[in-house]
């Protein structure tokens, strides 16, 4: 059954009731005739008028709908407190599993951040006590009031899962948790002379050698730095990507220029191990690499909120418009799956701007 969780505050110095619940039609519709309710976009959460009897009230209108559960006499929680030893060693249980299931180091950090998140805004409470209802309240209070991106929600919700994996007793449904509803967002996608501005505003050969195989062979930030002069077959004309996203490998395409450029590069600052090496010899830092595009941007006065990613959307979007079967983009930038490649149809130009407008035919 659905579960509605209710709180007692007081907004614009009234006394009312917040409605905690994730989006759900049949709940709406019944909201929509309780006298009083509104949305509040401060609050992130439907809210209604408060009365004496309010709990009574809502269990009589949601009856076989949902659960209604007060959490007024919670104290209020946040997430900065020390971890007992208990929920330490379930960390490192947590990290232990995911490491025989091979998951890549930065997925393993990131799954412990989310989970080390989460019990420390339960630190006084035994995990196999936690329930559905305190993910809820928790996907609330940390996610929903922080308005912290679906993809971060999301991401909190597998990280849980597997992390439930690894006890055998829990009170936790898995499969009662729901995640969130993903945006359709349209990626950033430079123009060709933009992605040529961006490049040549840095004077820095090593720098402009970095974003140029960002766009010019579609790679994400952190395989920039991990890249490896091994990696690089001039003569096959081909890149070889380890260990990406999903712990899997790619080759990617080479063009004779790019080769040439890398050459010229090799020349002058003569890299031991990997391409891009720090004076020390050591990795470049994905966030460096972030930063080195970020003052490119802005050095090209290009008006467009975009990140480093942008140039790997912009490649795959040019290969498309250049006539590029997308099964072989989707190899290319090592999609799972090809829903994930064909959002670049709706960012190409290349059928939109032949449209013919129909108000070019009026007389005006």
């Not at 309010?54 to 104290?75: C, G, H, M, P």
Request: charged share 30%; aromatic share 10%.
């Amino acid at each position: 059954m659905r579960t509605i969780l209710l709180e007692r505050v007081i907004h614009k110095k009234e006394k009312r009731v917040k409605l905690i619940f994730d989006y759900d039609a049949d709940i709406l519709q019944i909201l929509n005739n309780v006298e009083g309710t509104v949305w509040s976009s401060s609050m992130t959460c439907w809210h209604m008028p408060y009365t004496e009897n309010y709990v009574v009230e809502l269990q009589n209108k949601f009856i076989d709908i949902a659960q209604i559960i007060d959490r007024s006499s919670t104290k209020r929680r946040t997430a900065f407190h020390e971890l007992s030893d208990v929920q330490i060693d379930s960390l490192k249980n947590l990290v232990r599993f995911l490491k025989l299931r091979r998951y890549s180091d930065s997925t393993i950090l990131c799954y412990r951040r989310r989970v080390e998140d989460f019990l420390k805004f339960y630190h006084d409470k035994d995990i196999d006590s936690l329930s559905n209802e305190d993910v809820q309240y928790y996907n609330y209070e940390r996610m929903i009031k922080n308005r912290v991106s679906d993809v971060l929600q999301n991401q909190f919700i597998t990280a849980l899962k597997l992390f439930l994996l690894t006890f055998t007793n829990n009170n936790i449904d898995i499969s009662r948790i729901e995640r969130a509803k993903k945006k359709r967002r349209l990626p950033t996608v430079f123009s060709k002379s933009e992605v040529e501005r961006i490049i040549n505003s840095t004077q820095n050969q090593k720098h402009k050698m970095m974003l140029l195989l960002v766009y010019a062979c579609g790679l994400r930030r952190g395989e920039v730095g991990v890249l490896q002069i091994k990696d690089i077959d001039s003569e096959r004309k081909i890149m070889h990507i380890r260990k990406a996203k999903g712990n899997k490998d790619r080759m990617v395409p080479l063009s004779l220029k790019i080769i040439e450029s890398l050459r010229h590069y090799y020349r002058v600052y003569k890299p031991k191990k990997y391409v891009f090496e720090t004076v020390n010899n050591k990795l470049y830092p994905s966030d460096t690499v972030y930063k080195i595009f970020k003052r490119a941007l802005e050095k090209s006065r290009i008006n467009k909120k975009a990140g480093i990613h942008g140039l790997r959307h912009s490649y795959a979007t040019h290969l498309l418009e250049n006539g590029t079967d997308l099964r072989y983009i989707q190899t290319i930038l090592g999609h799972k799956s090809s829903k994930t490649t064909e959002i670049y149809t709706h960012v190409s130009t290349q059928n939109i701007s032949n449209i013919i407008c129909p108000a070019d035919d009026l007389d005006i």
